[in-house]
């Protein structure tokens, strides 16, 4: 919110402080500050100019040449293109070496061959944003009233010169959306006192606001509900001191009714639509909820499906307003309105909440309404913007108000014991202290047997419990003046859990293996997040994603590495090994949260390795993923047996390079190719993948290390090659081995495979090393001999090989 110090003076006294140094205590006590600034700032040499005389350009069909009175001697002659300048007005003159926004050097020049001493300047061209410009001038230079000096700086008659704070309003200080909530917060800063003006309303006698209006509205919607009839309105431009007010505070003026509006919004913090009564249609209004695909046009000119948690204002039949958030087209107030419904409430947060978030309709309005309005002056700022309308509008005030659930804002009692109060902030405060600082807030105080019963203004709707006013002591107090002490008392030595301790490990040992970790998203597209999730189970969708493309929690990491995979590729890094650890998140179908589950997972494309002078260069493929899992579930020391079982279940993944993990037959996990239709997307060669579920690996038992010498007796190695079946698989082979190579065989190695013209159609001849050692004695040669034999039985028993 931009808060105008020369307002805020209006309401605290303010213009004997710095503004910077006001900004300054406010960031450290209240709520951040964006910027201090005046609208002025790096402008130079900008005055009021009246134009005397205006005549054609002769070389052109749209510029002017103008006299203009600049307060000199003689008139300056300017050349001007904006199709509004004409003789007589007030405008704003760049003199020649003046700066404009931008930083933007003015010099005498020729436009056309005619001689233009300086620029006559529209409002975006001293740095009014398009966004404030009032829509009238939009596409000319601005007019200043008739009573401006030609000759003086034109920044006073613009509200340029005043100071501007521009506060960073938190969720939970909503009171500070209102300069009169600022006003509150500056006087208990610096001890100031706050006068505040409280206008009446002149009502007219004749008719009364039974004869317009009625209101019907459900307490839980809406509470309180008010509404006056202001009649035999004249709408029109605001006086410029309002103007000067709503484009410092970021808005733009309309005309007089909206205009008021949005001013009492940014004094009270209360917002307040206006209704042309006329095209309403009824004398009653009635608050309620939307039906489900009930259509309605707002101001902005959208139609609108609404849902059935919106609140919506009707005339009892149709919506005329999408209730805290917008109004409707077809009750807009327009020049020829005469007669205006004017409604200030305080509407339920939490649907306006949904409402402006799903349409994407964030107001002013609906901020406020969110974070919480001031139940004890929304008549008040009704009375006080009726008022306003009348005497800017030359109208009258209908008597009386039209009321639902009006009930008087009360204050809330809270309790704290001073002895919390030094126990927590670590103080020696007193009681006349304390009492002093909820003095200055505002706050009704009563103390006895060493507690404060503290009367809370509904003003300050954020303080509910004791810990709201500690925070109000320690930052009224000043959090720098409270003391600093160490910590006392026991130190307990840190450490990692297990979990942690794996975690990191695993992070380590890919990072060895030569992977260089990613932190990917945790939120993606629906469709991402099944794409290659290693179980069934239930998406978990965001209520309101801030992107299309993040609106899901994840269920794998491949997704995420394969993005940052094509991340990389678009900008020609073509060879990328990756990995991340996280979390997955997998939804039951019946739960309503999902189960966070610990993942790990790599990615691999293009070269591992770079070829060198003394290296062959090393591409990504699928044994290379498979040794990297073989590699950590060893290096973590994974008791039972893993197998690697071939697979084409998952759809995202090639049918034929593909293999599922099996840790003692539990499924932890998968390493393969990525389907080439599925690389094709993310536009990318082959890439190699594997995930793993960690939790199951960390849940697993381990192998205990356990030193073993150097044996000091000789190995022996024996192949064997064999022809079998193709479909006969490798761990087949190596488990038949394993259960009858006896005590001392410690090694199998497949060193060769071989298919070709010496081998039948449907064989493949594989070989393989055995190594038999004993740690305590020379092998005998039958002791090598016997298990070996048995081996090459068994594999022809089993598998029909033929030994070679």
Same mark, same amino acid.
């Given at each position: 919110m931009k808060v105008s110090t020369k307002w805020l003076n209006d309401y605290v006294k303010v213009d004997d402080l710095d503004p910077l140094a006001l900004s300054e205590k406010i960031e450290r006590t209240a709520v951040?500050?964006?910027?201090?600034?005046?609208?002025? =700032?790096?402008?130079? $040499?900008?005055?009021?100019?009246?134009?005397?005389?205006?005549?054609?350009?002769?070389?052109?069909? &749209?510029?002017?040449?103008?006299?203009?009175?600049?307060?000199?001697? *003689?008139?300056?002659?300017i050349v001007c293109g904006a199709p509004n300048v004409a003789a007589g007005q007030k405008v704003i003159v760049a003199l020649p070496n003046s700066r404009i926004a931008d930083n933007v050097k003015i010099k005498k020049s020729k436009m056309r061959g005619v001689v233009s001493e300086g620029m006559i300047c529209a409002l975006q061209e001293i740095g009014f944003s398009e966004t404030i410009a009032p829509k009238a001038y939009a596409e000319g230079i601005y007019v200043l009233p008739e009573d401006a000096k030609p000759g003086d700086p034109v920044y006073p008659y613009l509200g340029m010169d005043e100071d501007i704070i521009d506060v960073d309003i938190t969720p939970n200080r909503g009171d500070m959306?209102?300069?009169?909530?600022?006003? /509150? @917060?500056?006087?208990?800063?610096?001890?100031?006192?706050?006068?505040?003006?409280?206008?009446?309303?002149? @009502?007219?006698?004749?008719?009364?606001?039974?004869? /317009?209006?009625?209101?019907?509205? !459900?307490? @839980?919607?809406?509470?309180? /509900?008010?509404?006056?009839?202001?009649?035999?309105?004249?709408?029109?431009?605001?006086?410029?001191?309002?103007?000067?007010?709503?484009?410092?505070?970021?808005i733009r003026p309309i005309n007089n009714v909206v205009d008021v509006t949005n001013?009492?919004?940014?004094?009270?913090?209360?917002?307040? &639509?206006?209704?042309?009564?006329?095209?309403?249609?009824?004398?009653?209004?009635?608050?309620?909820?939307?039906?489900?695909?009930?259509?309605?046009?707002?101001?902005?000119g959208e139609e609108r499906e609404l849902k059935a948690n919106d609140i919506v204002v009707t005339n009892g039949e149709v919506p005329v307003a999408l209730a805290g958030t917008m109004g409707g087209l077809d009750s807009e107030v327009v020049p020829e309105t005469t007669t205006i419904a004017l409604e200030s409430a305080v509407f339920n947060g939490h649907n306006i909440r949904k409402t402006s978030r799903r349409e994407n309709l964030h107001s002013e309005a609906s901020m406020r309404f969110e974070r919480g309005i001031n139940k004890a002056t929304v008549a008040e700022a009704l009375d006080a913007a009726a008022q306003m309308i009348a005497e800017l509008g030359n109208g009258q005030v209908v008597s009386g108000v039209a009321k639902a659930n009006d009930k008087k804002a009360e204050a809330k009692e809270v309790k704290i014991t001073l002895k919390k109060i030094n126990k927590v902030l670590g103080t020696y405060l007193t009681e006349q202290e304390v009492e002093d600082i909820f003095r200055r807030l505002g706050f009704g105080t009563a103390f006895s047997e060493d507690t404060f019963t503290v009367s809370v203004p509904p003003r300050r709707w954020d303080i509910e419990i004791?810990?709201?006013?500690?925070? *109000?002591?320690?930052?009224?107090?000043?959090?720098?003046?409270?003391?600093?002490?160490?910590?006392?008392?026991?130190?307990?030595?840190?450490?990692?859990?297990?979990?942690? $301790?794996?975690?990191?490990?695993?992070?380590?040992?890919?990072?060895?293996?030569?992977?260089?970790?990613?932190?990917?998203?945790?939120?993606?597209?629906?469709?991402?997040a099944r794409r290659f999730a290693m179980e069934p189970a239930e998406t978990t969708e965001l209520a309101f994603p801030m992107t299309s493309d993040r609106t899901t929690a994840r269920m794998n990491l491949v997704s995420g590495l394969l993005d940052d995979v094509a991340y990389n590729a678009a900008r020609k890094v073509e060879n990328v090994s990756l990995y991340e650890q996280g979390r997955v998140f997998l939804r039951d179908k019946d739960n309503d949260r999902p189960r966070e589950v610990e993942h790990v997972a790599g990615a691999l494309t293009g070269l591992f390795r770079k070829s060198t002078w003394h290296d062959d260069k090393l591409a990504a493929g699928f044994y290379l993923a498979k040794g990297i899992v073989d590699f950590l579930l060893n290096s973590l020391a994974v008791s039972g047996r893993i197998e690697y079982r071939a697979t084409s279940s &998952? @759809?995202?993944?090639?049918?034929?390079?593909?293999? =599922?993990?099996?840790?003692?037959? =539990?499924?932890?996990?998968?390493?393969?190719?990525?389907?080439?239709?599925?690389?094709?997307?993310?536009r990318l060669k082959r890439v190699y993948v594997f995930e793993l579920n960690l939790q199951k690996i960390i849940d697993a038992p381990k192998k205990e290390s356990i030193y073993e010498p150097v044996s000091? /007796?000789?190995?022996?190695?024996?192949?064997?090659?064999?022809?079998?079946?193709?479909?006969?698989?490798?761990?087949?082979?190596?488990?038949?081995?394993?259960?009858?190579?006896?005590?001392?065989?410690?090694?199998i190695r497949l060193f060769d495979v071989y298919k070709g013209e010496n081998i039948g159609k449907g064989f493949?001849?594989?070989?393989?090393?055995?190594?038999?050692?004993?740690?305590?004695?020379?092998?005998?040669?039958?002791?090598?001999?016997? !298990?070996? =034999?048995?081996?090459?039985?068994?594999?022809?028993?089993?598998?029909?090989?033929?030994?070679?």
């Open positions: 951040e500050v964006d910027d201090t600034y005046k609208m002025q =700032d790096g402008l130079k $040499k900008i005055v009021v100019g009246h134009v005397l005389e205006t005549k054609a350009h002769p070389d052109s069909d &749209h510029l002017h040449i103008c006299q203009v009175d600049i307060g000199e001697e *003689e008139p300056s002659q959306l209102s300069m009169r909530g600022v006003a /509150y @917060e500056v006087g208990a800063i610096y001890d100031r006192k706050v006068t505040l003006s409280h206008p009446e309303v002149k @009502e007219a006698s004749d008719e009364k606001i039974e004869d /317009y209006v009625s209101i019907e509205a !459900p307490e @839980e919607l809406v509470a309180p /509900y008010l509404m006056r009839i202001i009649k035999d309105v004249e709408i029109k431009d605001s006086p410029l001191w309002l103007q000067k007010r709503l484009w410092n505070a970021g001013y009492i919004l940014l004094d009270y913090g209360q917002p307040l &639509h206006s209704f042309d009564y006329d095209k309403l249609g009824s004398k009653k209004i009635v608050v309620r909820l939307a039906e489900e695909g009930e259509k309605m046009t707002t101001l902005d004791d810990a709201d006013l500690l925070e *109000e002591v320690a930052r009224i107090y000043g959090y720098d003046n409270l003391p600093t002490t160490l910590p006392q008392g026991p130190t307990t030595p840190g450490h990692y859990t297990y979990k942690q $301790k794996v975690i990191r490990q695993t992070r380590r040992l890919l990072e060895g293996a030569g992977l260089t970790q990613a932190i990917s998203y945790g939120l993606t597209t629906a469709e991402k &998952h @759809e995202a993944m090639h049918p034929g390079r593909t293999a =599922d993990i099996y840790l003692d037959d =539990d499924f932890i996990g998968y390493v393969g190719e990525v389907h080439p239709s599925v690389a094709k997307e993310y000091k /007796y000789p190995t022996v190695s024996r192949d064997i090659a064999l022809v079998v079946p193709i479909e006969v698989t490798n761990q087949q082979i190596v488990d038949c081995i394993k259960k009858n190579g006896g005590a001392y065989l410690k090694d493949r001849s594989l070989a393989y090393t055995l190594q038999f050692s004993n740690s305590k004695q020379t092998l005998q040669d039958e002791e090598v001999s016997r !298990p070996f =034999d048995k081996i090459k039985n068994k594999l022809k028993e089993e598998f029909n090989a033929v030994i070679r």
